[in-house]
Nanobody, 120 residues
């Protein structure tokens, strides 16, 4: 099993910054991809930013230039630096981990979510 520990959500004014962290632990052999998705009431969960173990990144168009995802492979931790936050960034942000266990079972695990609220 994989456990994901998320932190860093909160409330901020428009234009402000927040940094989210997600640390994976458990029986992990490889880390293929980790990242962040977000969801608002009545809408589907959407990709925000993901990073592979090799460092390749993918961002939603709406956050490009404002958000930066990074990783610490040794700690199996990803960070999402969110700058110039907008009202529409308000959502529950979920960490996602894709990887494999030592017995090559695949993982596609989700964190419990952390609330990010941008309001004036």
């Amino acid at each position: 099993q994989v456990q994901l520990a998320e932190s860093g959500g909160g409330s901020v004014q428009p234009g402000g910054s927040l940094r989210l962290s997600c640390a994976a632990s458990g029986s992990i052999w490889t880390f293929n991809e980790m990242g962040w998705y977000r969801q608002t009431p009545g809408k589907q969960r959407e990709l925000v930013a993901v990073i592979t173990g090799g460092g390749n990144t993918n961002y939603a168009d709406s956050v490009k230039g404002r958000f930066t995802i990074s990783r610490d492979n040794a700690r199996i931790t990803v960070y999402l630096q969110m700058n110039s936050l907008k009202l529409e960034d308000t959502a529950v942000y979920y960490c996602n981990f894709k990887g494999r266990a030592p017995d090559f079972r695949s993982y596609d695990s989700w964190g419990q979510g952390t609330q990010v609220t941008v309001s004036s």
